[in-house]
């Protein structure tokens, strides 16, 4: 009998190893658990199948991804992968969202809650880069869209593993050199405080578009280029905090913990949402080249890996998603936001920062196979176990 309970015993702890690894997407409560992710935009008409892009991506090791939308084949492509996944509700339809609760509901119980949990969905954006934009209307209609989104991710029991957000560009501040008087727009404070006092509630982190491309690009004449590059220079030095940069991107992102502070929300984490540097632009683009694109995202990409906070928040550790994944040939505008790739469409490297293009198509398939072992082990072995005891028996 002692024999019989201890085999029950240690079959139900297997069980629950087993189930805990199965449903391991529940644990943890951040979007972002890495410090380097990319955006995943697809505004183009010759990019490579969502399963080409899930395999282009473990190859280079990236496990977080943002996408502007909630397109359902990217979605599924994702299933199984391990990458974790922000999605976007954009901003055509936050006025909908605002209406009522019912309207979020069904958005969530449509594109959210069907992919869970075999898609790691870890956030949804709400919006982007609305405070500080020309569409006033949607100013006031963005905190009751994030709230109605919230309040159905909650009750459907997923507000604890799905988390909402929205990102904000340099727009909504009013100065931010240097870094310690950077403060926000007088007219974005009434509806940025708000949205604040929500998302600090809800223990979201305060998003934010950085690209020292273009401040630099705005203004080549004043603004050292090395600096912008993370490349050897003089640096800057914040008087107010004695603080010394040696980079514009670690200014950018003590400006936004500054405006925070000065609003009462100095605990509050900042996650860089967006940065990037484009490798071709129009001939009044200043810096849009290969050669800078390469050397800010080789250097960008080094500095997140060391997982350092900033001279202002040194014990917060910098996570920033790069724009972007692939150059998008149908994006509106001037060249630069066409290429802003770190991939071409082919799925080729656009420039060397130590990532590989898409494998070929036989070890593609040996990766596709390997997915299958690893899921028939599971099974195969849960099966054995379950033989083994009943013949022990």
Known sequence: MLRLNMMFSSFFLWLLLFFSSLFSYGLGDKAFSGTYGVNYGRIADNLPSPESVVTLLKAAKIKNIRIYDVDHQVLRAFKGSGIEIVVGLGNEFLKDMSVGEDRAMSWVKENVQPFLPGTK??????????????????????????????????????????QVSSPHSEAVFAN?????????????????????????????????????????????????????????????????????????????????????????????????????????????????????????????????????????????????????????????????????????????????IGFTGLVPSSATSSFLSFKGIGSSSMVMAFTSFAAFLFVAL
């Open 176 to 352: 931010s050199f240097p870094p310690s008087s950077c403060t926000f727009k007088e007219d974005v404070l009434p509806y940025m405080k708000p949205l604040l006092q929500f998302f600090s509630q809800i223990g979201t982190p305060f998003f934010i578009n950085a690209y020292p491309f273009l401040a630099y690009k705005n203004d080549p004449q004043h603004i050292d280029l090395n600096y912008a590059l993370f490349l050897k220079n003089p640096g800057i030095y914040d008087a107010k905090t004695k603080l010394y940069y040696s980079n514009m991107f670690e200014a950018q992102v003590d400006a936004a913990y500054a405006a925070l502070e000065k609003v009462g929300f100095d605990k509050m984490e900042v996650i860089v949402s967006e940065t990037g540097w484009a490798s071709h632009g129009d001939e009044s683009e200043a810096g849009a080249t290969i050669k800078n694109a390469r050397t800010y995202n080789r250097n960008l990409r080094k500095r997140l890996l060391k997982k350092k906070g900033t001279p202002y928040r040194p014990k917060k550790v910098v996570r920033a998603y790069v724009f972007a994944l692939f150059n998008e040939n149908l994006k509106p505008g001037p060249t630069s936001e066409r290429n802003f790739g770190l991939f071409k469409a082919d799925g080729s490297i656009s420039y060397d």
């Open 121 to 162: 969905i870890r956030g949804i954006a709400v919006g982007n880069e609305i405070l500080g934009g020309t569409d006033m209307e949607l100013w006031q209609v963005l905190l009751p869209a994030a709230k109605n989104v919230y309040n159905a991710l909650t009750k459907l029991g997923l507000a604890k593993n799905v």
